[in-house]
């Protein structure tokens, strides 16, 4: 499997930005559609975005589309999600996935997750 860390995570103000990176070792990184998912406190884990293997499809949730931007650097081993806009409700931790079969849109697709790093937007 592959190794995921995220890094990028902590507390900013409503309407500021973040940018969330992974880096990916241990296997070919070119082998795998990536995602990044949240989850809340009390909530399930939910989709948020995900890019395909050469990043040429990309996928969003309702609630982030136009806001935030996923992007991945093959040459880097790394996925990023670039989010502009943030809201309250936008607070979670925030997991990188990454799938070898399929693009990551549900938990049951992703073959391996990173240990999540905290976003917190204050109001």
């Known amino acids: 499997q592959v190794q995921l860390v995220e890094s990028g995570g902590g507390l900013v103000q409503a309407g500021g930005s973040l940018r969330l990176s992974c880096a990916a070792s241990?296997?070919?990184?070119?082998?795998?559609?990536m995602g990044w998912f949240r989850q809340a406190p009390g909530k399930e884990r939910e989709f948020v975005a995900a890019?395909?293997?050469?990043?040429?499809?990309?996928y969003y949730a309702d609630s982030v589309k136009g806001r935030f931007t996923i992007s991945r650097d093959n040459a880097k081993n790394t996925v990023y999600l670039q989010m502009n806009s943030l809201k309250p409700e936008d607070t979670a931790v925030y997991y990188c996935?990454?799938?070898?079969?399929?693009?990551?849109?549900?938990?049951?697709?992703?073959?391996?997750w990173g240990q999540g790093t905290q976003v917190t937007v204050s109001s």
């Open positions: 996935a990454a799938a070898e079969r399929g693009v990551p849109r549900r938990q049951y697709d992703v073959g391996s």
């Open positions: 241990g296997r070919p990184f070119v082998n795998y559609a």
């Open positions: 890019v395909t293997w050469l990043g040429r499809s990309t």
